[in-house]
């Protein structure tokens, strides 16, 4: 089975430029998490995706945004950006709850760059 | 609100020596407990879980964890660490079977030869 794919894996963005990023969850999961990595904030939740509706959501900004598909990918958007927002983006998926299991799997990540 | 302490930011330790990465975390109901492993420029990978059942709970590459519900614990520990150890490892924690996780600062494990 393949894995989590996220792309790009690197991006460079000027600040006030908006990006977007991919990620395709392993076959069969319906539930993406999207994660910031930063050095000074470690790994923050962003919000999280089970069949096209957000489920959950972290504290960031507005600018911040994401959608599902029906075939569970998920796009996350990052408008007017600013330098804070360098960071490494991590995708994960989840099978469907089952007994409680929420195992996620994650990709490699989409290292964002601003300018 | 839940949170996950990782006490140590970087533990340095000798080749074939053991090793304990300390996990406590805070939460007034169910949790679930992992640990994480990320090498270099890569994703997370799973080490292990703890859902429920057994508290001592083990990796096929020869981690194991302890759940300890009195002392809100979940350390991680190796009786005999290797260079290809070396990485950050994460602890982190979802609550009531929510896909959100929450994750400790990370210990960085510094293998020395």
């Known amino acids: 089975k393949a894995g989590v794919t996220q792309t790009p894996r690197y991006l460079i963005k000027t600040r006030g430029q908006q990006v977007t990023l991919s990620c395709s969850p392993i076959?069969?999961?319906?539930?993406v998490s999207w994660y910031q990595q930063t050095p000074g904030q470690g790994l923050q939740f962003l919000f999280e995706?089970?069949?096209?509706?957000?489920?959950n959501k972290g504290n960031f900004p507005g600018r911040f945004s994401g959608r599902q598909f029906s075939n569970s990918r998920s796009e996350m958007n990052v408008s007017t950006l600013e330098l804070g927002d360098s960071a490494l983006y991590l995708c994960a998926s989840s099978p469907t709850k089952l007994e409680g299991n929420t195992e996620a799997f994650f990709g490699q990540g989409t290292r964002l760059t601003v300018v | 609100a839940q949170s996950v302490t990782q006490l140590d930011s970087q533990v340095p330790v000798f080749e074939e020596a053991p090793v304990e990465l300390r996990c406590n975390y805070s939460?007034?109901?169910?949790?679930?407990l992992f640990w994480y492993v990320q090498y270099p420029n890569q994703g997370l990978q799973l080490l292990l879980k703890?859902?429920?059942?057994?508290?001592l709970v083990e990796s096929i590459n020869g981690f194991e964890a302890e759940f300890n519900k009195s002392q809100t614990s979940f350390h991680l520990r190796k009786p005999s660490v290797h260079i290809s150890d070396t990485a950050e490892y994460f602890c982190a924690v979802s609550v009531d079977s929510s896909y959100k996780l929450i994750f400790g600062s990370g210990t960085r494990l510094l293998v020395r030869p």
């Open positions: 076959s069969g999961h319906r539930s």
């Open positions: 995706y089970f069949s096209e509706t957000q489920r």
């Open positions: 703890y859902l429920s059942g057994s508290t």
């Open positions: 939460s007034s109901v169910s949790v679930y």
